[in-house]
Every structure is written in C-alpha cells, then in structure tokens.
C-alpha cells in the first residue's frame, strides 16, 4: 500500500513462496527462455554516488545469492575517464549506503555482518578501512560535515518503558517463560520489522577519524533524515514532528536545525504537511526541500520542490506548476538550480529546477532495483560538472548504472550479459487504452511471450499494480518474465489512482476506491484482446496489495476471468485500517471517517462485500508476517470462498513481510510457479 518504504536490498530480492523451493532438475540444454531458477543469477546497480570532482562513481551492486537466498549488496568504483570497474570493499559483510568525503578521498559506508551494522571510513588512495565506532544500533542517514571532519548520523536509542507491575522474584536456574510485552507506544510495529524495537530515533556526530559518537537530539520523538550539515558545519538539519500529537499524525513534520556544539533546536518551517530531504546551497543562502500541503487529507498530493533562505524565511514553491510530484533534489554547483527526479506517465525523468520556477528535463529512464513487478522509481546523484548518475532502467533488463554528461546518456556497466543474452526475453510495448467509463486514456503495457506469432491466440493475464497511489513503467519485471515464458501475453497498467498522471487523475479514488478503476482495468483487457491474439475464453487476472484488492474486486464483479490470483490483499477495510500498521492514517487519509462512524462506506468499498458474487476459482497469497494488510486479511477471503464452496487455495509465504514478499529468490520463484499452476489447473 501508499505506506511502504522499501529498501534497496529488501525491494532486489525476488518473491514469494510456501509452495516449496524452485527444484533443481538435470537439464539436456540451457534453456533459452527465462525461468525461476535464473532468479538468482541476476543483478542490479543501486545507490549511485559521484566522487565530488565528477571523475568516479561508487554504487552499489546487488547480486542475488544461491547460498544465502537473498541479495547482497557490494560497493563498487567505475571510473568515469576509462570505464573501469572496481570492487571498493572486498570482505564477505554487506556493504551499502556509500557516501564520499567533500574532497573526494574517503568514503564512509556502512557494513553488516555478525557484529551487526557499523559505519566505516575508507582511504581510497591506500585501500584501508577503519571502523568510525561500535554502534549498538544500525546507523542510517550518513552526512560529511564541510570540512570532512565529522559524520553525522541517525540512529536508535533504546527506550523499552516502564512495566505495569514489577517483574516476579525468579529463583537462580529457574527456566521461566519470557516475560509480558506491555505496549503503550502508539506505532509499535512496522512492516518489515515487526514489532519494533522500543526507543526513539536521534541524530549523532562522529570523528571520520574514529571516536566516540555523541548525541545531539534528545526527547521520546524519532528524528528523521534525509540529514545534511549546514554550510558551516555548525548545524545538522533533519526532519521531524515534535508536537505533542506526533505518533498519530505521521503525515506530519517540519524541518529543524541542531547545531553541534550544544544541541539547541531552532524550527525552521511551520506548515500542514511533511517537509523533508534537506539540502544546503553551495554558498549555504539557501535550503531545499520537498513536501506537500496536507491540510485536505486527500489520499494524495503531489510532493513539491521548496527553497528558503538558510533561517527558513522566505519560502516558497519552485514545482507549483508541475502536476506531478518531484524527489531527493540536490544543488546545482553553481547554486542557480536544483536536481530532481519526477515521475511522468510512468516513466521516471531526471530535470534541472531554476530558481525562477522554470523546469528543464534532463532524461528519462531512471529506474528502481526491485525486480519482481515493473514499478516506477529509481536513485540519482550529481558531480562537477553537472555530470548525473544515476540507476538505468528497461524492460530487457534489470537497473544498470548511468551518466548523463554533455547532453548524452552512457550506460555504464551490462551486469546482466552472461545471463540475460543467452535468453528469449518477453518483449514489452506501450499498449494505447481508452477508458469506457469517460475515455479518459489509461497507460498501459503488453508483454509478449517468446517466440511470439501474433497469427495464435494465447491465453492473457492482467497483473495490477498496488499502492494504489503508485506507478508501473516500462521497466523489468520478473514476474511478468515468467508469466510470458510460460505462454502468457501479459498486460499492466495504470488505472485512475494511479501516480505520474497529476494530482486529479490520482485523487479519482480518493473516498472512492475501489471504483471506476474497474472500468480502467476491463478496458485494458479488451484492448489486448482487441489487438487480435487474445483468447479472450482464457483470462486470469493476479495482483499484489492494492493490486490484490481490484483482484477480488473483480472476481466479485465479473465472470469473464478463468481463474484469480489474490495476492496481500485487502478483504474487509473496517478490519485493515484497524490492524494495518499504517492505522493512524489510513482510515483518515482515505476514507475521512472511522470504521465506527461509517460502518455501511467501509462495507461497500471492501471486496468481502461482494464475496456473495464470486465463482471464479481464487487463489489466495500471504506473507506470514506481512504487517502492512495483515494475514487475518487473506484468511478472512479463504474462508469466505470456502463456505460459498468456490474453488480457492491458500499460499501463506514464511518469514515474508508485505513490502519483502519479492525479497527471496526462492520464494519468489515458487510464487510465480504456484500462481501459474493455478491458472493451468483452470486451463
């Protein structure tokens, strides 16, 4: 749903499964065309940092590993003069979250192994690393101070509470159980995470030399970065909600500045709404940033670009004429424009910001390294020069790392060659949707099998995207690979709610959705059924989260799909909003009222309501400890379609949170299998 936040590393990996692992089998050829086992020979380049003088770039590169299942990241160096690529860090942790000195000769990054995750500094020149210090807790958010003498960071400081009672006298040796969890924290699990750890997030300053971190913020409130120093270096600005309402408000927060030397907190916007990502102007005037107004709690709003001066006077707007939502700006060298990336009809673009307003797109093709469903998204950053890199995108293969330089874009690596080119890939084309509800156009996609001849007819899946305030694009998709490859023609799109196509076209399904939405979806599948090698006797239709929702929606609204796959789904929406760990804003942001105040709204909008309708075989997907729409979600539709005696099985994935259903290789693979077994039963 709108409410996750995935990392790299979770959003990488690929799938789903407690239907079993994907089986080895002894084969007489490589197979040309794209199967589950292929899962975890692929990789993706993410993070990408330019070394300040513009001359290198360090990312991140994340390779799915056999042994392990799961992906693991590596910091690598391509030179930008001769196109070399280097391993930065060589040991068996998982190195990440790479960040370069101001002049260019460290990089502090982030390792995880059996200690936990530690910040690092290396001395490129020497290859030498060193630990900065022994955290009790993951650091996150890393900034160099000015003068490259300090880090600061984000991290957890512990605070499990008082206990209603004390604890019983336990006698030496004794083996009792484990002891009450007494919850009284507002948030106190995430998906992901589970429950989470108790205490609050704060910022923290280091030596880049080593030492011994100290805490600058203070107070049962979690500090938020992005973070970055202010011009100086006196100050460390981050984002956080301070009211005393904070917990039930996470729309929330305002930018603040800490400084150094004695923790003083000065506030420096004051609006309805989040503001975050702060960055500072070359010659410190000046303050980026991005947020949105948030005083109508629509389900969406588009994030704009702001600009203050340094003591947050003089705010104003840049984006206001863009009808869409921009991300992560970073400064011009010149300090005349700001960077960002926005998302257009599914297709993510980097442009350049004047400070007049004016808006000038750079390139597209940025694109994000989960694999499994073509969701939009992707990561960039700038050098001298106005060289950008950033995570390349396409439908034939996974994220690559990209310049653009001179007007002109470079791929830099081909991570995927040796795999990849030895298969029959899908191919992917844009397919042109009108809506038979108002005739609004709807972005879509058709995937074609290998060895496609459009003079057959092949059976169709429509795979729906979730959020529903996101994205798909034309960007690689695993999923959609081995749907194809097992004879699919496979179609995805972007109906109303969906982002990228401005503010209107997103907030058609605010207070009202699902609903023509509906009419979207059945207008894309007729489409490709219009294109002539549809069979139109033999459509499925899967989806995941919000996707999962439309699916049962649709099964209970028509019967012109063979079988259904329900994947995370939302069944009954008075139960959701109050079992979600998104709670404190769901029932406000997307239906205004709660459960208890508008018992009938909730009813007519949750797909258990039209359970009654339902003869389309279903089968039901879940991650075991998916927080996001809880397994009682699921389990509510299994039972349901097992008393109304419509054919329906269901798949519980273990371990598997909701935004980590994909993150597996293994499960992700045996995912796709069972939903395609699924679909060949009712073949």
Same mark, same amino acid.
């Given at each position: 749903?709108?409410?996750?936040?995935?990392?790299?590393?979770?959003?990488? $990996?690929?799938?789903?499964?407690?239907?079993?692992?994907?089986?080895?089998?002894?084969?007489?050829? @490589?197979?040309?065309?794209?199967?589950?086992?292929?899962?975890?020979?692929?990789?993706?380049?993410?993070?990408?940092?330019?070394?300040?003088?513009?001359?290198?770039?360090?990312?991140?590169?994340?390779?799915?590993?056999?042994?392990?299942?799961?992906?693991?990241?590596?910091?690598?160096?391509?030179?930008?003069?001769?196109?070399?690529?280097?391993?930065?860090?060589?040991?068996?942790?998982?190195?990440?979250?790479?960040?370069?000195?101001?002049?260019?000769?460290?990089?502090?990054?982030?390792?995880?192994?059996?200690?936990?995750?530690?910040?690092?500094?290396?001395?490129?020149?020497?290859?030498?690393?060193?630990?900065?210090?022994?955290?009790?807790?993951?650091?996150?958010?890393?900034?160099?101070?000015?003068?490259?003498?300090?880090?600061?960071?984000?991290?957890?400081?512990?605070?499990?509470?008082?206990?209603?009672?004390?604890?019983?006298?336990?006698?030496?040796?004794?083996?009792?159980?484990?002891?009450?969890?007494?919850?009284?924290?507002?948030?106190?699990?995430?998906?992901?995470?589970?429950?989470?750890?108790?205490?609050?997030?704060?910022?923290?300053?280091?030596?880049?030399?080593?030492?011994?971190?100290?805490?600058?913020?203070?107070?049962?409130?979690?500090?938020?970065?992005?973070?970055?120093?202010?011009?100086?270096?006196?100050?460390?600005?981050?984002?956080?909600?301070?009211?005393?309402?904070?917990?039930?408000?996470?729309?929330?927060?305002?930018?603040?500045?800490?400084?150094?030397?004695?923790?003083?907190?000065?506030?420096?916007?004051?609006?309805?709404?989040?503001?975050?990502?702060?960055?500072?102007?070359?010659?410190?005037?000046?303050?980026?940033?991005?947020?949105?107004?948030?005083?109508?709690?629509?389900?969406?709003?588009?994030?704009?670009?702001?600009?203050?001066?340094?003591?947050?006077?003089?705010?104003?707007?840049?984006?206001?004429?863009?009808?869409?939502?921009?991300?992560?700006?970073?400064?011009?060298?010149?300090?005349?424009?700001?960077?960002?990336?926005?998302?257009?009809?599914?297709?993510?673009?980097?442009?350049?910001?004047?400070?007049?307003?004016?808006?000038?797109?750079?390139?597209? $093709?940025?694109?994000?390294?989960?694999?499994?469903?073509?969701?939009?998204?992707?990561?960039?950053?700038?050098?001298?020069?106005?060289?950008?890199?950033?995570?390349?995108?396409?439908?034939?293969?996974?994220?690559?790392?990209?310049?653009?330089?001179?007007?002109?874009?470079?791929?830099?690596?081909?991570?995927?060659?040796?795999?990849?080119?030895?298969?029959?890939?899908?191919?992917?084309?844009?397919?042109?949707?009108?809506?038979?509800?108002?005739?609004?156009?709807?972005?879509?996609?058709?995937?074609?099998?290998?060895?496609?001849?459009?003079?057959?007819?092949? @059976?169709?899946?429509?795979?729906?995207?979730?959020?529903?305030?996101?994205?798909?694009?034309?960007?690689?998709?695993?999923?959609?690979?081995?749907?194809?490859?097992? $004879?699919?023609?496979?179609?995805?799109?972007?109906?109303?709610?969906?982002?990228?196509?401005?503010?209107?076209?997103?907030?058609?399904?605010?207070?009202?959705?699902?609903?023509?939405?509906?009419?979207?979806?059945?207008?894309?599948?007729?489409?490709?059924?219009?294109?002539?090698?549809?069979?139109?006797?033999?459509?499925?239709?899967?989806?995941?989260?919000?996707?999962?929702?439309?699916?049962?929606?649709?099964?209970?609204?028509?019967?012109?799909?063979?079988?259904?796959?329900?994947?995370? @789904?939302?069944?009954?929406?008075?139960?959701?909003?109050?079992?979600?760990?998104?709670?404190?804003?769901?029932?406000?942001?997307?239906?205004?009222?709660?459960?208890?105040?508008?018992?009938?709204?909730?009813?007519?909008?949750?797909?258990?309501?039209?359970?009654?309708?339902?003869?389309?075989?279903?089968?039901?997907?879940?991650?075991?400890?998916?927080?996001?729409?809880?397994?009682?979600?699921?389990?509510?539709?299994?039972?349901?379609?097992?008393?109304?005696g419509v054919p329906t099985t269901l798949v519980r994935v273990p371990g598997a949170s909701h935004g980590g259903i994909a993150a597996r290789p293994s499960q992700s693979g045996a995912k796709a299998q069972a939903i395609l077994?699924?679909?060949?039963?009712?073949?």
């Amino acid at each position: 749903m709108r409410l996750a936040v995935l990392a790299a590393v979770a959003s990488f $990996g690929v799938a789903l499964g407690a239907v079993g692992p994907v089986a080895a089998q002894v084969a007489e050829a @490589p197979s040309k065309t794209f199967g589950p086992a292929d899962l975890f020979g692929l990789q993706a380049a993410s993070d990408p940092q330019v070394r300040p003088d513009g001359g290198a770039v360090a990312y991140v590169r994340l390779r799915n590993d056999i042994m392990t299942d799961r992906a693991q990241p590596s910091i690598w160096l391509a030179d930008l003069s001769t196109g070399a690529q280097t391993p930065l860090v060589v040991d068996e942790a998982a190195n990440m979250s790479p960040r370069w000195s101001p002049d260019g000769t460290r990089l502090a990054y982030v390792a995880a192994g059996p200690s936990g995750a530690q910040l690092y500094v290396r001395w490129v020149a020497t290859g030498r690393s060193a630990k900065v210090a022994s955290l009790e807790q993951a650091p996150n958010d890393i900034a160099w101070s000015p003068d490259g003498k300090t880090l600061a960071f984000t991290m957890l400081i512990a605070d499990p509470g008082k206990p209603l009672a004390p604890p019983l006298p336990k006698p030496d040796g004794a083996k009792w159980a484990e002891p009450l969890r007494v919850i009284d924290r507002v948030t106190y699990r995430a998906d992901g995470e589970g429950l989470i750890k108790l205490g609050y997030h704060h910022i923290f300053v280091v030596s880049a030399d080593g030492g011994q971190p100290r805490q600058l913020t203070f107070g049962k409130f979690d500090d938020a970065g992005p973070i970055a120093f202010s011009h100086d270096g006196k100050g460390v600005l981050f984002s956080t909600n301070r009211s005393a309402n904070w917990e039930r408000d996470p729309e929330e927060a305002e930018l603040y500045r800490v400084d150094v030397a004695d923790g003083a907190l000065a506030r420096l916007t004051n609006r309805v709404g989040p503001d975050f990502a702060p960055a500072v102007s070359p010659d410190g005037s000046k303050i980026a940033y991005v947020g949105f107004d948030n005083a109508r709690h629509r389900g969406y709003e588009n994030q704009r670009l702001y600009v203050m001066d340094a003591d947050g006077r003089n705010g104003r707007v840049l984006t206001g004429g863009l009808d869409r939502s921009v991300a992560a700006p970073v400064w011009a060298a010149d300090g005349k424009g700001v960077y960002v990336t926005y998302e257009d009809q599914g297709v993510t673009k980097a442009a350049r910001v004047g400070l007049d307003g004016k808006l000038e797109t750079l390139f597209a $093709g940025v694109g994000g390294s989960g694999l499994d469903r073509p969701y939009t998204g992707g990561q960039f950053d700038v050098g001298k020069g106005g060289v950008v890199a950033f995570t390349a995108g396409s439908t034939g293969r996974p994220t690559e790392l990209a310049v653009w330089r001179g007007g002109k874009v470079q791929i830099l690596t081909d991570l995927n060659r040796d795999l990849l080119d030895a298969k029959s890939l899908a191919k992917v084309e844009a397919l042109p949707v009108t809506s038979s509800y108002d005739k609004k156009p709807i972005g879509a996609w058709i995937v074609t099998p290998p060895g496609f001849d459009p003079s057959k007819k092949y @059976p169709l899946i429509l795979e729906i995207h979730g959020g529903p305030f996101s994205a798909y694009g034309p960007t690689f998709s695993t999923d959609d690979q081995l749907y194809a490859a097992a $004879g699919y023609v496979v179609v995805y799109s972007n109906p109303r709610g969906s982002t990228s196509y401005g503010e209107a076209f997103a907030n058609e399904i605010d207070r009202n959705y699902p609903s023509h939405d509906f009419d979207d979806l059945m207008s894309v599948v007729d489409a490709a059924i219009a294109k002539g090698f549809v069979d139109p006797q033999h459509l499925y239709v899967t989806g995941g989260s919000g996707g999962g929702v439309l699916t049962a929606w649709i099964v209970g609204k028509t019967d012109r799909f063979r079988a259904a796959a329900t994947q995370k @789904p939302v069944i009954n929406w008075a139960s959701e909003v109050l079992t979600t760990d998104g709670y404190t804003s769901m029932a406000q942001d997307w239906f205004g009222k709660m459960p208890w105040e508008d018992p009938q709204g909730y009813w007519a909008r949750s797909p258990l309501s039209l359970v009654g309708n339902v003869k389309t075989p279903t089968l039901v997907v879940v991650g075991e400890e998916d927080n996001r729409t809880p397994p009682s979600e699921a389990e509510q539709y299994f039972a349901a379609l097992q008393l109304r005696g419509v054919p329906t099985t269901l798949v519980r994935v273990p371990g598997a949170s909701h935004g980590g259903i994909a993150a597996r290789p293994s499960q992700s693979g045996a995912k796709a299998q069972a939903i395609l077994a699924w679909f060949a039963r009712y073949r």
